[in-house]
């Protein structure tokens, strides 16, 4: 069963709603970088735009737009990850709690504070009533929704599946993990190859057939857990089986290289054992380290296979352009725990 993407956006630290981060991407100094969000103005009503929080507005406004640019009314199902949902509106509720002896609470933060309500918001703002879920595994959260919409599609009761990653960045969230060393970014070797703790918001249109706006394929998604090499190799040798093709018709592999030494370590023992004469990507030094960035990832190797190429700014080391890019496999891990391949490929005649 083939899946396809049909459509896809993003807001986040580059220019939001735009590729035009692919050539010219926007560079970060900082340790914390927030996202450049579009003017709300213009997609909901000052009543509206109120009462929502500022992630509910990205993910309605990310599935509007994959939807329109698809020319599709209305998805089958609708289906989100992340890995602490609104936790703005958790951290006013809590706040609220303390500071008002648990009286006199907004209703409408603890409403927004519940991690599903990502996709039901997406839902209630189109009148959709598929099937609808949001995935809460930390980072595994977007590769665990993208999972279960393919996974709708091989069982032939969706025709087009709305797919997000969405997380947010409060000053709380933030102190609190830089506590513990998660945003503990050594030097890299370019300035340019600089990671930082950012956002996701990430939104894409999935179909089961191939039309004028067909991106590029999904030819398989796999999560292992804690995997041995061995088994590893195993999923790794499935995902090539299913897409009928070889470790050789891999033109890159694209992962989550952060300068993060505990991070880093185990892309480099995985890529010198199985991917030693492929070109190593990279993706966060432009779109940030969150719970979601792993949706970014997939939102690179998109656009590469949209545009034919991958530009060396993405290359983990130094070099040319990669030209006629076809095949890209996705590979992210989550603390050594959660590992995930995602590859992609061109479309066929």
Known sequence: MSVYIQSANQISAQKPLSDEWFDHPVYYENKRVP????DFSGH?????????????????????????????EMPDAIISG?????????????????????????????????????????AIDMKCHGYNNTYVHRGASFESALLDAVMQFEQKRVQHVLVGGYDELTDDYYKFFDRIGI???VPASSP??????????????????????????????????????EQMRQ????????????????????????????????????????????????????????????????????????????????????SADIKDVKRILVYNHYRNKSHSFILLSVCSN
């Not at 290289?257 to 880093?264: A, C, G, K, R, Y």
């Not at 480099?268 to 719970?291: C, N």
């Open 35 to 38: 996202t450049i969000d579009p």
């Open 44 to 72: 909901f009503s000052p009543l509206v735009a109120r009462r929502m929080c500022v992630l509910l507005k990205r993910a309605v406004i990310l599935s509007r737009l994959a939807l329109k640019d698809a020319s599709v």
């Open 82 to 122: 992340t890995g602490l949902g609104c936790i703005e509106n958790t951290e006013k509720f809590l706040h609220a709690i303390m500071e008002n002896d648990e009286k006199f609470l907004q209703p409408t933060c603890f409403m927004q504070s519940t991690h599903n309500i990502l996709s039901s918001t997406v």
């Open 183 to 185: 945003w503990d970014f």
């Open 192 to 229: 340019k190859k600089k990671c930082f703790a950012g956002e996701a918001a990430f939104g894409m249109l999935l179909g089961a057939t191939k039309d004028e706006h067909t991106i590029c394929e999904i030819n398989d998604v796999e999560l292992m857990h804690k995997p041995t090499p």
């Open 235 to 318: 999923t790794l040798d499935r995902v090539l089986a299913k897409a009928g093709c070889g470790l050789s018709d891999i033109d890159a592999v694209l992962t989550g290289l952060s300068t993060h030494v505990e991070n880093d370590r185990v892309y480099h023992d995985v890529t010198a054992r199985f991917f030693r004469d492929h070109p190593i990507m990279q993706y966060k030094h432009l779109f940030g380290e969150s719970f979601s960035s792993s949706a970014m990832g997939v939102y690179v190797a998109m656009t590469c296979l949209r545009n034919g190429y991958a530009p060396s700014f993405l290359l983990s080391k130094e």
